[in-house]
């Protein structure tokens, strides 16, 4: 099939399909919204910069996790630091990770807590796996830059802390 027919046969949301985006399947998110495990582990990724960060509701459509947290590193540093620190304040809060792979790698860095799943990515193996597009039928939910920025932990460093989402 030439070029020209084949823009001309695929329409726009077979197009954005394609290089694994759906028009309108993405929505912003509020943390507010998550269990606290995950506002926690969106919080750790915050703080250390994590990159285009989404959650993808699995609910209905897997039966072996009911979210995915998407982050992007940019370098293998900052990926281990991102992995790191989700850890570790998870584990502080009485949750640690069942299992981590992919660390000494650091291309895809997977953190496994049963009901949801971490990934941290550096970007050019986030857009060749395309866990967005693999599952296009989950409900993505973007977290944007402002609003994971904007996650502030009050408390003392010894006591059980909540977040605060300025509300």
Known sequence: MSQNLKEKVLSSEVQAAAIGRRA???EPANPADFDAR????LH?????????VTVLDL???ATFTDYFIIATGA??????????????????RGSPAA????????????????????HVFDGKSRKFYD????WRESRRLDILPGVLESLVVSGG?????SLNLGE
């Not at 750790?44 to 285009?52: G, L, M, P, T, V």
């Not at 900052?78 to 502080?92: F, N, S």
């Open 38 to 41: 995950i506002r926690w582990a």
């Open 44 to 52: 750790a990724a915050a703080e250390k910069k994590a990159i285009d």
């Open 24 to 26: 309108g399947a993405s």
């Open 157 to 161: 460093p010894n006591e059980s802390r």
């Open 59 to 61: 609910r209905g459509v």
């Open 99 to 118: 299992r981590v792979e992919g660390y000494q790698g650091a291309e895809w860095i997977l953190v496994d807590y049963g009901d949801f799943i971490v």
């Open 131 to 134: 866990l967005e597009y693999l």
């Open 75 to 92: 370098n293998k540093r900052q990926m281990q630091a991102i992995a790191d620190e989700i850890v570790e304040q998870l584990k502080r």
